[in-house]
């Protein structure tokens, strides 16, 4: 009779239990080296009086860049008004115009093909060469927006549309707008042509109409990818300063500064990386809390329909 020893075997390596982990790996390591580690210096900059033109000053501050921003920077507070008004307004106008292109280009006529490929095609273009295309649109002498209104008796005279906050930002808008409609299209196109044509069938023979069929089928079905690209869209909106700043740099009087945006001319005009480093480590907590509020009311995953 063979004696116990006490000594565990050693186990066998399990080559299809470790297989996802070896194929993870690579994005694991991705993400640490170009992710987590880059934000991991940014949240330390911001403990850091750190400015360029200054090195020798460079030293641990604690949260004073924090404090600072929240007791002292009224600037801070003007572009997260200004950030809130350019998400919400121009990710609302999308949101609609997206969905209801998407209806529509969901039904079967001639040239649906070229309608789509027109309709999606300012997705494809970069936010500086969309903000360059409409700021030549809004000009003031030479502009497409003057000429046309001229022509139709709206104005008399040439207008500034980026004179005053207003304007500018209701410009700014309206360019964000046409950029970000086809995001929107493409994603409910594809959840609309994943629902059955049985489940409408039913319904209209049960004696549903179109208003009822829209509220009680349509969107529920597709609520989980309204969430997602608004969501998606938001924080894209948010970080934007492309668009923005090729075509209004900000002003006037820094009436369409963004958070983004000021993090951007902190970083690269005043040369205060720690400034700019406790700016843009607020923006990324704000965005993250936002993101996890509004995934939980929006119930993302749970089945919508009745």
Known sequence: MARKTGIKPARRFNRRAATPYILLAPILIYVALLMIWPMINVYVMSLQNYQLLKPKERAFIGFTNYINIFTKDELFFKALGNSFWWVVISVAIQTVLGFSLAMLLNQTFKGRGLYRALVLSPWAVAGVMVGIIWSLIYGETYGVLNDILKRIG??????????????????????????????????????LSSISDDIYESA?????????????????????????????RSIWTFNAVDLIYSLTYGGPNNATLTVPLYVMTTFKTKLDYGYASAL???????????????????????????
């Open 204 to 232: 209209t023979i049960d004696g549903a109409n179109g208003v009822v069929t829209l509220f009680k089928i349509t969107i529920p079905m597709i609520k989980d990818t309204i969430i997602l690209t608004t969501l998606l």
């Open 280 to 306: 843009a480590g607020v923006a990324t907590i704000m965005m993250m809390g936002f993101a996890v509020a509004y995934i939980k009311m929006g119930k993302l995953g749970k089945e919508g329909m009745y």
């Open 154 to 191: 709206i104005i008399d005279r040439n207008i500034s549309w980026f004179s005053s906050g207003r304007s500018a930002m209701a410009a700014a808008i309206i360019a964000n707008v046409w950029r970000g409609i086809p995001f929107f299209c493409l994603n409910y196109l594809s959840a």
